[in-house]
C-alpha cells in the first residue's frame, strides 16, 4: 500500500477552465476527506465521504465544486469557471475511523492565471 | 472565526533541547486533538493524538498535554532533532460533528538548530 494518492501534483489553469482532480485513498479506508490550504493557514474542511455517500460539505464548497465518490473507491474534485480565488493546495485524507488519524495524500497545488 | 489557534508562528530550538508548541481552542465540543506535521511540498503526517478524557499522551519523543479548563494543548520534543524542522498543526474534532472532521490551527514553524 502507497499512502493516499493524488494526481496531478500541479496543475495551471486560465481563471473560467475547470479543472478535475483525483485521489485514490488507502484501500481499507471507507472515510476519505478533501481540505484546502492557503498560504500560511492550515487545512480547511471542504467535504467528508463514508463509502460513496457525500454526507457533509462547507459552506466553503461553492456551486462551482462538487465531488464524487464512486462505488466507495477513488474520489475527484472539479471546480467550473475557476477563479484566481481558487488557487490554493488541495488535500485528500482517508481513515479508517476516528482515533486514528487522517493519512494524507501529498496535495495538489492548483495555480489559478 | 479560528476555533484553533497557534499564537506562535515560528519557534527555533537548538538540537537536543525541549521544542515546545503551544495551541489554544476556543470550541468547549471539542473532544479529540492531535498534532500534524509538515514538510514542505508533502502532505500533513499525523504524529500524536490525545482523547479529551486524559491528560497526558506520550510517544517517544513527542508528549502532548492536554489543559482542559484552560482549552490549551501542547506538544512537547525532547531531544529535539534537526529532522524534526517543519510545520506543526494542532487539530480538533467534536464527537457531536461530522466523524472526524478536523479544525486545523494556522501551524507554527520549527526550526532545530545545529
Known amino acids: 500500500d502507497t499512502g493516499v494518492s493524488q494526481d496531478p501534483r500541479h496543475k495551471i489553469t486560465k481563471r473560467g477552465q475547470n479543472v478535475t482532480f483525483r485521489c485514490d485513498p488507502i484501500?481499507?479506508?471507507?472515510?476519505l476527506y478533501w481540505y484546502r490550504q492557503t498560504l500560511g493557514q492550515g487545512p480547511e474542511f471542504l467535504t467528508y465521504?463514508?463509502?460513496?455517500?457525500?454526507?457533509?460539505k462547507s459552506r466553503l464548497l461553492s456551486d462551482r465544486f462538487s465531488a464524487e465518490r464512486p462505488k466507495g473507491s477513488f474520489s475527484t474534485l472539479e471546480i467550473q469557471r475557476t477563479e484566481q480565488g481558487d488557487s490554493a493546495m488541495y488535500l485528500c485524507?482517508?481513515?479508517?475511523?476516528?482515533?486514528?488519524?487522517?493519512?494524507f495524500g501529498s496535495g495538489t497545488r492548483l495555480t489559478v492565471v | 472565526d479560528q476555533q484553533v489557534k497557534q499564537n506562535s508562528p515560528s519557534l527555533s530550538v537548538q538540537e537536543g533541547r525541549i521544542s515546545i508548541l503551544n495551541c489554544d481552542y476556543t470550541?468547549?465540543?471539542?473532544?479529540?486533538f492531535l498534532w500534524y506535521k509538515k514538510y514542505p511540498a508533502e502532505g500533513p503526517t499525523f504524529l500524536i493524538s490525545i482523547s479529551s478524557i486524559k491528560d497526558k499522551n506520550e510517544d517517544g519523543r513527542f508528549t502532548v498535554f492536554l489543559n482542559k479548563s484552560a482549552k490549551h494543548l501542547s506538544l512537547h520534543i525532547v531531544p529535539s532533532q534537526p529532522g524534526d524542522s517543519a510545520v506543526y498543526f494542532c487539530a480538533a474534532s467534536a464527537i457531536t460533528g461530522t466523524a472526524s472532521k478536523l479544525t486545523f490551527g494556522t501551524g507554527t514553524r520549527l526550526q532545530v538548530t545545529l
Open positions: 485524507a482517508s481513515t479508517a475511523g476516528r482515533n486514528y488519524g487522517y493519512t
Open positions: 465521504f463514508q463509502n460513496e455517500a457525500q454526507l457533509e
Open positions: 484501500s481499507e479506508h471507507n472515510r
Open positions: 470550541n468547549s465540543m471539542f473532544d479529540y
